[in-house]
Antibody, heavy 118, light 110 residues
Framework: EVQLVESGGGLVQPGGSLRLSCAAS????????MSWVRQAPGKGLEWVAT????????YYVDSVKGRFTISRDNTKNSLYLQVNSLRAEDTAVYYC???????????WGQGTLVTVSS | QSALTQPRSVSGSPGQSVTISCTGT?????????VSWYQHHPGKAPKLMIY???KRPSGVPDRFSGSRSGNTASLTISGLQAEDEADYYC??????????FGGGTRLTVL
């Protein structure tokens, strides 16, 4: 059974940083593209970032470029999202998702909540 | 890029059919055969229901079907059941490994 378990969310002040993690199991992690998708309170889903199998290709939505960094450790079956210079509008549930060739999300985790507030 | 356009809500009675539209542009929905649809029960993980416009993953009932005409994709749910009540999101590939979601549609089963 595919499992994706996010962690690392929490309350952070504007301008602060967090490192989100996603532990994967039940599939060959190193063979899959992976992504982060977020959902702000009362809003829809928003794609945030995608990384290819070996981490050599990374893609971001314009609003997070230069502030967020996606990475992965295939030896630990883990995906990460370093989020810096956080703004109130970054408040959201952040989901980890396996991504088929960068074009759709076949499995999702339950999400981790990031709240940016003073 | 702006989000794809979906109706905010649709509703139907058990056994009926409903269709949710998703309108994009010639740079996303109209450009690639890579539209996907997700079911999201609040508080749970979203679930892939349709990919590549009309393909169903294993385990998704054939009551769910997808189609596209020009820059508008559609999700049709036939034989509505109570458990279909959820939020539904369309998503389109938009080039260079980027994707864009729709704003979401709340389906109410009356």
């Amino acid at each position: 059974e595919v499992q994706l378990v996010e962690s690392g969310g929490g309350l952070v002040q504007p301008g602060g940083s967090l490192r989100l993690s996603c532990a994967a199991s039940g599939f060959t992690f190193s063979s899959d593209w992976m992504s982060w998708v977020r959902q702000a309170p009362g809003k829809g889903l928003e794609w945030v970032a995608t990384i290819n199998q070996d981490g050599s290709q990374k893609y971001y939505v314009d609003s997070v470029k230069g502030r967020f960094t996606i990475s992965r450790d295939n030896t630990k079956n883990s995906l990460y999202l370093q989020v810096n210079s956080l703004r109130a509008e970054d408040t959201a549930v952040y989901y980890c998702a396996s991504t088929f060739s960068g074009r759709f999300f076949d499995y999702w985790g339950q999400g981790t909540l990031v709240t940016v507030s003073s | 890029q702006s989000a794809l356009t979906q109706p905010r809500s649709v509703s139907g009675s058990p056994g009926q059919s409903v269709t949710i539209s998703c309108t994009g542009t010639s740079s996303d929905v109209g450009a690639y055969n890579y539209v996907s649809w997700y079911q999201h029960h609040p508080g749970k993980a979203p679930k892939l229901m349709i990919y590549d416009v009309r393909k169903r993953p294993s385990g998704v009932p054939d009551r769910f079907s997808g189609s596209r005409s020009g820059n508008t994709a559609s999700l049709t749910i036939s034989g509505l059941q109570a458990e279909d009540e959820a939020d539904y999101y369309c998503c389109s590939y938009a080039g260079t490994y980027t994707v864009i979601f729709g704003g979401g549609t709340r389906l109410t089963v009356l």
